[in-house]
């Protein structure tokens, strides 16, 4: 695999942090893959993480702050191998945006980690830090998952 995308809603709390911990991963595990994160709208284009996603972020030893919000292009479709939404909806609407060419593959991030027992990744941007923790844990399972889809490949 070359390439991934992460999407979420906003791009400003659960890609983000996607992102970054997918990174952290990969770069434990000594694989160059690349990654980014998008949102299917338009409202925080150019912000910064929400500012609890930087704390929990932090907490977990990985660093968001460099990570701007930006939106899903048509061009996204082609250039990246895997688009992982966070939720059925984000989902929904990745597939409604997909243009014909498109080559991604696109799905939701928790089939990476199938045992976890939830299958969207909630949005935590109006509930409290516990929210935060719970999005770490569940992309934390999910990049394990990754890592081991990866072993299996090589």
């Known amino acids: 695999m070359k390439n991934m995308l992460f999407v979420c809603l906003g791009n400003i709390c ?3 942090t996607a992102k970054a911990v997918f990174d952290y991963r990969l770069s434990q595990a000594g694989i160059e893959i690349g990654t980014d994160s998008a949102g299917t709208i338009g409202y925080h284009t150019g912000s910064q993480p929400d500012a609890r996603a ?3 972020a932090r907490a ?26 966070m939720d059925q909806a ?7 945006m997909a243009p014909e060419d498109s080559t991604a593959e696109v799905e939701l991030v928790m089939t990476l980690a199938p045992d976890y027992g939830l299958t969207e990744v909630p949005d ?31």
């Open 14 to 16: 659960r890609s983000p």
């Open 60 to 85: 977990f030893g990985i660093d968001i702050t460099r990570e701007r919000a930006r939106v899903v292009t048509a061009a996204d479709f082609r250039r990246f191998e895997r688009i992982y939404a």
């Open 124 to 154: 935590p941007y109006y509930g409290g830090s516990d929210g935060f923790r719970q999005v770490l844990d569940m992309l934390d399972a999910a990049a394990e998952g990754l890592m081991r889809e990866l072993a299996i490949r090589r």
């Open 90 to 96: 984000n989902l929904d609407d990745l597939l409604r």
């Open 54 to 56: 930087i704390e929990h």
